[in-house]
Protein backbone atom coordinates (compact mmCIF):
# COMPACT_ATOMS: atom_id res chain seq x y z
CA UNK A 1 0.00 0.00 0.00
CA UNK A 2 0.84 3.46 -0.28
CA UNK A 3 2.95 4.67 2.42
CA UNK A 4 2.41 8.00 4.67
CA UNK A 5 5.38 9.17 7.12
CA UNK A 6 5.34 11.46 10.21
CA UNK A 7 7.94 13.27 11.67
CA UNK A 8 8.58 13.23 14.62
CA UNK A 9 8.05 9.72 16.16
CA UNK A 10 7.80 11.46 19.69
CA UNK A 11 8.27 14.84 21.09
CA UNK A 12 9.01 16.34 24.84
CA UNK A 13 7.71 19.48 24.75
CA UNK A 14 7.75 22.11 27.41
CA UNK A 15 4.16 23.76 28.45
CA UNK A 16 3.54 26.96 26.51
CA UNK A 17 6.40 25.88 23.45
CA UNK A 18 4.86 24.89 19.73
CA UNK A 19 5.33 21.56 18.17
CA UNK A 20 4.86 20.77 14.91
CA UNK A 21 4.54 17.22 13.54
CA UNK A 22 4.71 16.40 9.65
CA UNK A 23 3.17 14.01 7.48
CA UNK A 24 4.30 13.34 3.94
CA UNK A 25 2.64 10.58 1.16
CA UNK A 26 5.49 9.52 0.35
CA UNK A 27 4.62 7.59 -2.90
CA UNK A 28 1.43 9.60 -3.85
CA UNK A 29 -0.30 12.52 -4.11
CA UNK A 30 -2.30 13.59 -1.81
CA UNK A 31 -5.24 16.43 -1.62
CA UNK A 32 -6.92 15.59 1.56
CA UNK A 33 -4.94 14.93 4.22
CA UNK A 34 -6.72 14.10 8.19
CA UNK A 35 -5.30 14.49 11.56
CA UNK A 36 -6.63 12.65 14.48
CA UNK A 37 -5.54 12.30 18.24
CA UNK A 38 -5.89 9.66 20.52
CA UNK A 39 -5.91 9.33 24.32
CA UNK A 40 -5.02 6.18 25.65
CA UNK A 41 -7.48 3.31 25.78
CA UNK A 42 -9.47 5.51 23.26
CA UNK A 43 -10.24 5.34 19.80
CA UNK A 44 -9.02 7.69 17.18
CA UNK A 45 -10.97 11.33 17.12
CA UNK A 46 -11.18 13.22 14.16
CA UNK A 47 -9.54 17.06 14.58
CA UNK A 48 -9.74 18.56 11.02
CA UNK A 49 -9.47 17.74 7.28
CA UNK A 50 -7.01 19.44 5.16
CA UNK A 51 -7.21 20.52 1.78
CA UNK A 52 -3.92 20.84 -0.31
CA UNK A 53 -3.97 25.05 -0.62
CA UNK A 54 -7.16 25.67 0.92
CA UNK A 55 -8.24 26.42 5.18
CA UNK A 56 -8.75 23.12 6.97
CA UNK A 57 -11.80 21.64 7.93
CA UNK A 58 -12.28 21.74 11.92
CA UNK A 59 -14.45 19.08 13.69
CA UNK A 60 -16.85 20.31 16.07
CA UNK A 61 -14.71 21.65 19.90
CA UNK A 62 -11.45 21.62 18.01
CA UNK A 63 -9.89 24.74 18.38
CA UNK A 64 -8.76 26.11 14.86
CA UNK A 65 -6.30 28.61 16.77
CA UNK A 66 -4.53 26.09 19.01
CA UNK A 67 -4.11 23.32 16.15
CA UNK A 68 -2.89 25.17 13.28
CA UNK A 69 -3.10 23.17 10.01
CA UNK A 70 -0.96 23.87 6.81
CA UNK A 71 -1.82 22.15 3.79
CA UNK A 72 1.08 23.91 1.14
CA UNK A 73 1.36 20.73 -1.52
CA UNK A 74 -0.03 17.66 -2.32
CA UNK A 75 2.62 15.53 -0.42
CA UNK A 76 3.02 17.43 2.53
CA UNK A 77 0.32 18.95 5.55
CA UNK A 78 1.74 19.88 9.04
CA UNK A 79 -0.23 20.25 12.17
CA UNK A 80 0.90 23.02 14.79
CA UNK A 81 0.62 22.38 18.33
CA UNK A 82 0.21 26.08 19.71
CA UNK A 83 0.93 27.19 23.41
CA UNK A 84 1.06 23.78 24.06
CA UNK A 85 -0.60 22.19 27.59
CA UNK A 86 -0.14 19.34 29.97
CA UNK A 87 -3.63 18.44 28.19
CA UNK A 88 -2.43 18.24 24.66
CA UNK A 89 -0.41 15.77 25.43
CA UNK A 90 -1.71 12.58 23.32
CA UNK A 91 -0.76 10.83 20.17
CA UNK A 92 -1.28 12.34 16.93
CA UNK A 93 -1.94 10.44 13.53
CA UNK A 94 -2.54 11.46 9.77
CA UNK A 95 -4.05 9.89 6.83
CA UNK A 96 -3.94 10.89 3.36
CA UNK A 97 -5.76 9.86 0.29
CA UNK A 98 -5.06 10.20 -3.11
CA UNK A 99 -5.48 12.32 -5.91
CA UNK A 100 -6.40 10.26 -8.78
CA UNK A 101 -9.54 8.52 -6.59
CA UNK A 102 -8.18 5.66 -5.07
CA UNK A 103 -10.10 6.30 -2.22
CA UNK A 104 -8.39 3.76 0.74
CA UNK A 105 -7.58 6.38 3.52
CA UNK A 106 -3.24 5.15 4.35
CA UNK A 107 -2.22 6.55 8.04
CA UNK A 108 1.20 7.67 9.18
CA UNK A 109 2.53 6.15 12.46
CA UNK A 110 1.16 8.92 14.50
CA UNK A 111 3.56 10.88 16.91
CA UNK A 112 3.58 10.50 20.71
CA UNK A 113 3.12 13.77 22.17
CA UNK A 114 3.93 14.88 25.55
CA UNK A 115 4.26 18.36 27.53
CA UNK A 116 5.71 18.89 30.80
CA UNK B 1 -21.91 7.69 7.71
CA UNK B 2 -24.35 4.55 9.02
CA UNK B 3 -23.43 3.95 12.55
CA UNK B 4 -21.36 0.53 13.21
CA UNK B 5 -21.64 -1.85 16.23
CA UNK B 6 -18.88 -4.67 17.15
CA UNK B 7 -17.98 -6.60 19.75
CA UNK B 8 -15.44 -4.88 23.07
CA UNK B 9 -13.28 -7.36 22.65
CA UNK B 10 -12.59 -11.13 21.55
CA UNK B 11 -9.87 -13.86 21.91
CA UNK B 12 -8.40 -16.28 19.51
CA UNK B 13 -6.33 -19.34 19.25
CA UNK B 14 -2.94 -19.03 17.47
CA UNK B 15 -3.57 -20.60 13.96
CA UNK B 16 -6.83 -20.23 14.05
CA UNK B 17 -9.54 -18.13 12.17
CA UNK B 18 -10.65 -15.59 13.66
CA UNK B 19 -14.17 -14.07 12.30
CA UNK B 20 -14.53 -10.62 14.06
CA UNK B 21 -18.15 -9.02 13.23
CA UNK B 22 -19.60 -5.67 12.43
CA UNK B 23 -22.94 -4.51 12.52
CA UNK B 24 -24.12 -1.82 10.25
CA UNK B 25 -28.18 -1.99 10.16
CA UNK B 26 -28.73 1.75 8.79
CA UNK B 27 -26.00 1.15 5.33
CA UNK B 28 -27.22 3.05 2.97
CA UNK B 29 -26.67 1.57 -0.83
CA UNK B 30 -23.56 4.03 -1.44
CA UNK B 31 -21.94 2.65 1.66
CA UNK B 32 -18.95 0.66 1.29
CA UNK B 33 -17.89 -1.31 4.51
CA UNK B 34 -14.23 -1.02 4.92
CA UNK B 35 -12.08 -2.20 8.15
CA UNK B 36 -8.88 -1.31 9.73
CA UNK B 37 -6.69 -2.35 12.58
CA UNK B 38 -4.36 -1.09 14.42
CA UNK B 39 -1.29 -2.25 16.75
CA UNK B 40 -0.51 -0.89 19.89
CA UNK B 41 1.17 2.31 19.53
CA UNK B 42 1.18 2.86 15.35
CA UNK B 43 -1.23 3.92 13.00
CA UNK B 44 -4.17 2.39 11.81
CA UNK B 45 -3.51 -0.08 9.10
CA UNK B 46 -5.75 -0.72 5.87
CA UNK B 47 -7.09 -4.06 5.83
CA UNK B 48 -9.78 -4.48 3.15
CA UNK B 49 -13.71 -2.68 1.64
CA UNK B 50 -16.21 -4.24 0.01
CA UNK B 51 -19.83 -2.95 -1.45
CA UNK B 52 -22.18 -6.18 -1.49
CA UNK B 53 -19.88 -9.23 -2.55
CA UNK B 54 -17.52 -10.84 -0.62
CA UNK B 55 -13.75 -9.98 -1.00
CA UNK B 56 -10.52 -11.37 -0.35
CA UNK B 57 -7.24 -10.13 -0.13
CA UNK B 58 -3.58 -11.31 1.28
CA UNK B 59 -4.66 -10.43 4.16
CA UNK B 60 -8.33 -11.15 5.26
CA UNK B 61 -11.49 -12.08 3.79
CA UNK B 62 -14.62 -9.77 4.17
CA UNK B 63 -18.26 -11.49 4.11
CA UNK B 64 -21.06 -9.16 3.63
CA UNK B 65 -24.46 -10.44 4.43
CA UNK B 66 -27.24 -10.21 1.69
CA UNK B 67 -28.95 -7.49 3.45
CA UNK B 68 -25.85 -5.75 3.93
CA UNK B 69 -27.00 -5.54 7.41
CA UNK B 70 -23.73 -6.57 8.83
CA UNK B 71 -20.51 -7.96 7.72
CA UNK B 72 -17.87 -10.07 8.96
CA UNK B 73 -14.01 -10.10 8.60
CA UNK B 74 -12.20 -13.00 8.70
CA UNK B 75 -8.47 -13.91 9.44
CA UNK B 76 -8.05 -17.39 8.29
CA UNK B 77 -4.95 -17.99 10.62
CA UNK B 78 -4.34 -15.89 12.92
CA UNK B 79 -0.90 -15.00 14.46
CA UNK B 80 0.09 -13.14 17.38
CA UNK B 81 1.23 -9.95 15.18
CA UNK B 82 -2.45 -10.19 14.65
CA UNK B 83 -3.41 -9.02 18.32
CA UNK B 84 -4.99 -5.46 17.22
CA UNK B 85 -8.37 -3.11 17.61
CA UNK B 86 -10.25 -4.03 14.31
CA UNK B 87 -12.03 -1.15 13.20
CA UNK B 88 -15.18 -1.33 11.13
CA UNK B 89 -16.45 1.73 8.96
CA UNK B 90 -18.88 2.45 7.12
CA UNK B 91 -18.57 5.93 4.32
CA UNK B 92 -19.78 6.48 1.03
CA UNK B 93 -16.38 5.69 -1.04
CA UNK B 94 -15.00 8.07 -4.13
CA UNK B 95 -15.83 11.19 -1.85
CA UNK B 96 -13.09 13.05 0.15
CA UNK B 97 -15.20 11.91 2.99
CA UNK B 98 -13.22 11.86 6.54
CA UNK B 99 -13.20 7.83 8.15
CA UNK B 100 -14.70 8.08 11.76
CA UNK B 101 -13.09 5.25 14.04
CA UNK B 102 -16.06 3.85 16.58
CA UNK B 103 -14.20 1.78 19.52
CA UNK B 104 -13.12 -1.40 17.49
CA UNK B 105 -12.69 -4.94 18.51
CA UNK B 106 -9.87 -5.48 20.53
CA UNK B 107 -8.40 -9.02 19.37
CA UNK B 108 -6.21 -10.73 21.48
CA UNK B 109 -4.75 -13.72 19.70
CA UNK B 110 -3.54 -16.41 21.82
CA UNK B 111 -0.89 -18.99 21.90
Known amino acids: GAVVSQHPSWVICKSGTSVKIECRSLDFQATTMFWYRQFPKQSLMLMATSNEGSKATYEQGVEKDKFLINHASLTLSTLTVTSAHPEDSSFYIC????????????FGQGTRLTVV | DAKTTQPTSMDCAEGRAANLPCNHSTISGNEYVYWYRQIHSQGPQYIIHGLKNNETNEMASLIITEDRKSSTLILPHATLRDTAVYYCIVRVRNQGGKLIFGQGTELSVKP
Open chain 1, 95 to 106: SAREFSGVTEAF
